[in-house]
């Protein structure tokens, strides 16, 4: 599978006097911008790879797909990750339990796509693989000081569990009610995410549902175009671009701080997520020239 590589070398050797690694003001693409980027180079194309360098400090990060194929989409991942040997590694979605294992690599990558095999990597290597996303209760708490309660909660519910209810990647055997309490609101308060009584039932998301689109549910023909953050079509979409921002900066500055510990850093997030923050990456890693 073709993928592409971008290469950054600093030729400057790094020195005690670097600037602030503290610095938020990033030079991040808007996503609106991001999804011409990937118009013009669909999955194919994936992984993405961005390769830093700045005298000591490399930083390679990979852009991904979310698959749980055994492809050269993983291979890309084992060759990068093999050729810098790095002494931490970031993730998406959340932190992975440190007694997690897996057995092999092609069981890691089936149940938890590039994360599980991610974690199998950083164990053979005994290094850290750390959580760079942000805590879900701190990305709920910044939405809701912008939008509206109701709408930010039906986008996540969209994008986090409607999804996946209708794909079956989660049990639907129970019926959806029973799935959205357990799915999504436990899901939810297991992240520190404070609901309200009403906010637990499912009527109170066909309700948001019905406010917002105007017409009853079907989750298995939901207008996914209505929801999706590459695409500029109103207010659920904004709330997803929000979302993926408020997460970026959260990311990048872990980036920062690892840099001033550790001089090899691998990072694995979704594609989209590579496309929006490579600029600011390349002017982190210009800190060290």
Excluded at 96 to 116: L, Q, T
Excluded at 146 to 156: C, D, H, K, P, S
Excluded at 186 to 203: A, F, R
Aim: aromatic share 12%; hydrophobic share 35%.
């Amino acid at each position: 599978m073709k993928h592409l590589v971008y290469f950054l070398v600093g030729l400057l050797m790094f020195g005690c006097q670097t600037k602030s690694k503290t610095d938020d003001s990033y030079q991040t693409k808007d996503y609106l911008e991001v999804a011409k980027f990937l118009e013009r180079n669909p999955a194919d194309n994936f992984p993405f790879v961005l390769k830093l360098h700045s005298g000591k400090k490399q930083l390679i990060f990979i852009g991904t797909a979310h698959t749980r194929e055994i492809t050269k989409h993983a291979d890309t991942i084992d060759f990068y990750f093999n050729q810098l040997q790095p002494q931490i590694a970031f993730n998406e979605g959340g932190q992975v339990a440190k007694d997690k294992h897996f057995p092999s690599r092609n069981d890691a990558i089936k149940v938890d796509a590039e994360i599980g095999q991610l974690k199998y990597l950083c164990d053979k290597q005994n290094i850290e693989m750390a959580n760079g996303d942000l805590v879900t209760s701190d990305e709920f708490n910044e939405l809701f000081k912008i939008y509206n309660r109701e709408e930010v909660l039906l986008y996540t519910c969209c994008e986090r569990f409607f999804a996946l209810y209708k794909n079956n990647w989660i049990d639907t055997t129970e019926g959806i009610e029973v799935a959205y309490k357990r799915d999504f609101v436990q899901y939810l308060e297991s992240e520190n995410v404070n609901l309200s009584s009403t906010e637990k039932e499912y009527s109170f998301m066909t309700k948001a549902y019905k406010n917002f689109f105007g017409t009853e549910i079907d989750v298995y023909n939901i207008p996914t175009e209505k929801h999706d953050f590459l695409k500029d079509n109103g207010k659920l979409c904004e709330i997803g671009r929000s979302s993926k921002m408020v997460r970026d900066k959260h990311l990048l500055k872990k980036i920062e701080e690892a840099l001033t510990k550790y001089d090899r850093i691998m990072v694995v997030f979704g594609g989209a997520h590579f496309v929006a923050v490579e600029p600011a990456l390349k002017q982190i890693i210009r800190k060290y020239d």
